[in-house]
């Protein structure tokens, strides 16, 4: 059963992004008189098109997966780029419908998106104005601080490798989220372990696990979701979200191990995550989204208890779920749950009409 994880990244900017982003004149002589006396704020605008809203396309990205390009390579003879995993699938030039003699590596364009993803959305950056250099702005000799050129840089990682992903440029993926992961460690280095940091980078981990799951590199995934784990473990369980990627995580182990006909080890970590949601549930007895949580956990408990041998056991645990799902009350607001809901409550009375004995012989 896919679980959709909460993306931590959307909720704020990083911790230290003290620069809010100002708009309009009266708001613009606002962040002069509030910034400090040796420096000054620029608003600046991102030259390549990249918005923080709409998240365009840009001349960087790849027309096929519409992440930024990886593994630039140019058709020949059309000349049009995409990314090599991308533009391997196609015999003719997606853009202009030309046969693809052969493809060439491009790697001055490769160098050049490379170095955009260095320098873009980085939280603060501090530049000295250089009085030799006339093509620079020299602000009174004051220290210039360059706020978020368009978007936080971890949301930029993961959202270019979620478009990486959902194309199956699984490699561009994991290589835009490698960096984040990066990014949020040398975040922590300086900050500590805030929650809001910690709940990125537990994230980010188990994107990197469900990357090397697609790609069946299961012992990788494992590493990756067991990484995320540990880290998450030592966090408040009082913050939903947090115990929300935990147990995802867990899940998701269970799972591989499940595939891998280890049973025992399979419902040891839907146990682990079945007791973070019970738990969860003590701090957050409200949202839905917990009650149907829940019941997912005890339905794939009770599939192994099932293939395991322990069929009374397992009844229960179907029954258990089935009950939580027929109580939980969704409000008008929550209508996108109901699917997940029926869908789930489906499952489970299909698994007891299966197996539970026939009462009629």
Avoid: W
């Avoid at 993961?158 to 835009?176: C, G, H, I, K, T």
């Amino acid at each position: 059963m896919n679980m959709t994880p909460v993306c931590p990244f959307v909720k704020a900017a990083l911790p230290d992004d003290a620069c809010t982003r100002k708009q309009g004149s009266e708001d613009e002589g606002k962040a002069e008189k509030d910034a400090p006396g040796d420096s000054t704020a620029v608003s600046p605008k991102c030259p390549f098109g990249y918005d923080s809203q709409t998240f365009k396309l840009g001349p960087l990205s790849c027309m096929i997966c519409q992440a930024l390009l990886f593994d630039t390579t140019k058709c020949v003879p059309c000349s049009h780029v995409f990314c090599k995993a991308c533009i391997s699938r196609f015999k003719d030039c997606p853009l202009c419908g030309a046969d693809i003699e052969k493809n060439e590596a491009d790697n001055n364009l490769q160098c050049i998106v490379d170095r955009f993803i260095e320098g873009h959305a980085r939280i603060k950056r501090s530049h000295h104005v250089d009085e030799d250099k006339e093509e620079e702005v020299v602000v009174e000799n004051k220290k210039v601080i360059y706020e978020d050129v368009s978007l936080e840089r971890g949301a930029f990682l993961v959202q270019q490798a979620m478009r990486a992903f959902r194309a199956q440029n699984l490699e561009s993926a994991r290589s835009r989220l490698n960096l984040c992961a990066e990014d949020i460690r040398g975040q922590l280095e300086r900050m500590g372990n805030t929650s809001e940091l910690c709940s990125q980078l537990g994230a980010v981990l188990g994107m990197l696990g469900d990357c090397c799951r697609a790609m069946g590199d299961a012992g990788s995934a494992v590493n990756y979701f067991e990484e995320s784990i540990e880290f998450l473990t030592e966090l408040p369980a009082d913050d939903l979200e947090i115990t929300h990627t935990l147990s995802v995580s867990l899940n998701k182990i269970g799972d591989l191990k499940y595939y891998d006909e280890d049973l025992k080890a399979a419902r040891s970590y839907y146990f682990r995550s079945l007791n973070v949601r019970r738990d969860a549930i003590k701090h957050h007895p409200k949202p839905s989204s917990q009650i149907l949580d829940l019941a997912v956990s005890l339905a794939k408990i009770a599939d192994v208890d099932r293939s395991l041998g322990n069929e009374n056991v397992a009844i229960d645990g179907f029954q258990e779920a089935i009950q939580l799902l027929e109580s939980l009350q969704l409000k008008s607001e929550e209508a996108g749950l109901e699917q997940r809901r029926l869908s789930v409550l489906d499952f489970l009375n299909n698994q007891l009409a299966e197996k539970q004995p026939d009462s009629t012989i």
